[in-house]
């Protein structure tokens, strides 16, 4: 249960690290748009607003907040998304998230054939380790192409391209 738990650890703090700039973002005062406050004298003179009557000039500064807060939106709801899919791609092995697409990578250096207890370190970073005795005797290749596909129960299946022996196995890395 300890090995299980310290599993768990690094996809918990790589999605903690992925939400706290958003959470401070949420935690911010509103920008203000007041284009008066944001210009210099000069700059507010030279654009020609001081011209606009005290009526424009504050619809332009509602546009201009209406649309400021309208960017932060988008923008906050892209790093969002754009974190959450960092950490679905970091954690992938360690969690199931609910899909069924392979993992699909090299084995770096050279391969041997499956057998139980043999880690495999793959060009993207990730380490698995093989837990059954599946085995593929007699094959030698260097760097070769493999993809780890999700099955039930968080369990998964590496195959190496053009072999159809597939080896059970677990991320640890």
């Known amino acids: 249960m300890k090995a299980h738990l310290k599993s768990l650890r690094i996809p918990l703090v790589l999605m903690a690290l992925a ?7 949420q935690q911010s005062p509103p920008l203000t748009a ?13 654009a020609g607003l001081d011209k606009l009557s005290p009526q424009e000039l504050a619809a332009l500064n ?3 907040q209406h649309k400021v807060t309208q960017e932060t ?8 998304e754009e974190g959450r899919k960092e950490v679905v791609a970091k954690s ?10 392979p ?3 090299n084995i770096v250096g050279e391969f041997k054939g499956f057998s139980d207890g043999k880690k495999y370190t793959l060009a993207n970073g990730q380490v698995w380790e093989q837990i ?9 290749k260097t760097d070769p192409k493999v993809s780890i596909k ?14 159809n022996t597939a080896a059970k196995v677990r991320r640890i890395k």
């Open 62 to 64: 509602a546009w201009l």
């Open 103 to 105: 993992i699909e990578s």
């Open 73 to 80: 939106t988008k923008a906050v709801e892209t790093a969002k």
């Open 92 to 101: 992938r092995g360690f969690f199931d998230f609910g899909t069924a697409e």
């Open 132 to 140: 059954e005795p599946a085995t593929l005797p007699g094959v030698r």
């Open 34 to 46: 007041n284009v008066e406050q944001q210009m210099s004298a000069e700059q507010f003179k030279a």
């Open 19 to 25: 939400f706290a700039p958003l959470a401070w973002a």
């Open 150 to 163: 999700p099955g039930i129960f968080n369990s998964w299946y590496m195959k190496i391209d053009g072999y």
